[in-house]
């Protein structure tokens, strides 16, 4: 008896939709952290030295070893203006 | 740099109108970013004892910023001076440890390769070795036990 080929395009269409969905949350953490992996279990510690990363690099996954900071490091008010910028935890 | 701001007004322009007051000494900041303060960090640890354990002590006494300052800037150039050895004699031992930091959600379990050669470069540099404060004596520390299979 021949396989009945037209019962496996359900099977077939569900698979792609879980790849589908993998795929695009893939791209999306991928693309938020500039292709480094998700970081994960973080606690305040981690939050507030990511801050600090963003402050210095620009995004909250770059890193620099400068051993001194660029002096506007020191001098700049924006963060001190809004609260909510400071807690940037994204 | 990148500072939040407004695209009329960049944030890179915006000085703090109230600074510190000009009697205090200058101290420069650290540069640099977590991955490598935790590279770095047990070392740092080690050479710079003494002002970190002040610093603590003093923040015990008082919450209040002013009233540390001294101790602080002293911790923040001792910070300085052991990244400058670490980047002029091992920058690239260094540097392969932290970015495997940075892609191992900075867990220094995760990263012992890379951890061993810089220790080794560090420790024929300086003669620091990094040790961790309160770890058991009877038994060989945690980066340097070896696989009972081999």
């Not at chain 1, 693309?31 to 030295?49: F, I, P, Q």
């Not at chain 1, 909510?84 to 935890?89: A, C, G, K, Q, V």
Request: proline share 8%.
């Amino acid at each position: 008896m021949p396989v009945p080929f037209e019962s496996f395009v359900p099977f077939g269409v569900m698979t792609a939709m879980f790849l589908a969905t993998a795929t695009g949350i893939r791209f999306a953490q991928t693309k938020r952290n500039e292709g480094k992996a998700v970081r994960y279990s973080l606690d305040d510690w981690e939050r507030k030295m990511m801050a600090r990363d963003h402050q210095l690099t620009g995004t909250m996954r770059g890193q620099v070893d400068d051993v001194i900071a660029p002096p506007q490091f020191k001098v700049n008010s924006s963060w001190k203006v809004y609260e909510s910028l400071r807690n940037d935890f994204a | 740099m990148v500072n939040p701001g407004y695209r009329h007004f960049k944030g890179e322009d915006w000085v703090d109108p109230t600074p510190p007051p000009a009697s205090l000494p200058h101290v420069d900041e650290i540069g640099s970013t977590s991955a490598p303060l935790k590279s770095a960090s047990f070392h740092i640890g080690s050479v710079c004892k003494e002002y970190n354990e002040d610093f603590m002590l003093c923040k015990n006494e008082s919450r209040d910023p002013s009233h540390c300052l001294q101790e602080g800037r002293k911790v923040t150039r001792c910070a300085i001076s052991v990244l400058d050895k670490i980047e002029k004699e091992c920058l690239e031992e260094f540097r392969a440890h932290w970015q495997c930091l940075d892609a191992k959600n900075q867990e220094l379990g995760k990263c012992r390769g890379p951890e061993k050669t810089y220790n080794a470069c560090v420790f024929k540099a300086f003669g620091w070795t990094k040790n961790i404060p309160g770890a058991p004596t009877n038994k060989p520390q945690i980066h340097e036990r070896t696989p009972l299979t081999q």
